[in-house]
């Protein structure tokens, strides 16, 4: 492994599209809200808005899956739903250094946007919580069980014998139980994702799911949504995913690394505001991950916050270090900078 260096960043077109969004989103909220363009918030925007968003997403060359009159097209892949420190924002810096590969790892798969919008080989990933990836078994199986339950859903959802705040606290009671089947867990988990206010995550110090209905998306379809989840775009992408769940370095000591296999890493901040779970990944975890990456057989890619703490860990080591500045959309009562700088960590040189 070659010399660390810094290199300059891309040019920022792709942040330009991202704040062009935001600014067409009707409401502000107190929370980061991951700027996916194109997972079909339907109800949230008016004709105009919808328009010119749907607009930044062609100038983007981007697909378009929506819940308005548009139809779908389903040839290309997006996220399955929106998880907090998503990387979709981020991929005009993240796709161009994936270097070429056999298999593709990824420990801390989140809403997994590196996966489905950019990676065509075997893939082996993995995260720690529990409902996502069962949520994520649960599309890859096509779980006849399951979309039979999301229909039964829809049909509550529709008929507002009682209304939709009463049932989103209905199944948010039901999954802070935590005593259901999988197969309800992980259908109570998509609907929550789906419903809660600014799709936020964040769950309390007892690790129980706090967030509010999202009122905004009182009128929202998600129908659209489910019939992309049985496409055969998701469930091309879906067979290639082999799925666990676990801590990050249980899950990596089942392999044998070399140099054909692509790990992308994109741990929890040191500094984040969101709680995935009851567990924090706190410094000690940093030190865990580093300790592992430098001695890692294969290519890795590290995302992360470029602070102190993480400059430091790193600097010792024979690596490349990317920077480039990362626009939050919202700034949570000063914990975050609105401007903060992100950097790709690579053991590997990058093409650009
Ligand atoms: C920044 S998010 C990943 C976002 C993802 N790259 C995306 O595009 O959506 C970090 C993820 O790490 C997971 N996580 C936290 N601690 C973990 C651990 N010890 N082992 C594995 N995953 C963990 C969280 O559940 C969360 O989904």
Known sequence: MGKRQIVEPLNMDFEDVVERVAKHTPERYEGEVEPVLNDGEGGVLDVNQKNQRER???????EIISNFTKPLTFSKCCPLLKWPGGKTSELQEIQPRIPKHKRYFEPFFGGGAVYFNTINT???VNDSHCELM???KMIKKQDTDFFALLNDFIEVWNKRSITRKE???QIRDRYNQNQSSDIEKALDFFILR???YAGMFRVNSSGKFNVPFGAAYVNKNIQKKIDYLKSDAVIAKMNKLNISNNDFKYFLNEFSFNENDFMFVDPPYNCSFTKYGEEDFSLKDQDRLRDYLISFKGKFMLVTQYTDYIRKLYEPYNLYTYIYDKKYRFNIK???NRNAKHALITNYVPNI
């Open 134 to 136: 069962l949520f994520y």
């Open 56 to 62: 930044a997403d062609i100038d983007e060359g981007k």
């Open 334 to 336: 000063g914990r975050f």
């Open 194 to 196: 789906e419903y809660a």
């Open 122 to 124: 075997q893939a082996f």
């Open 167 to 169: 049932i989103y606290l």
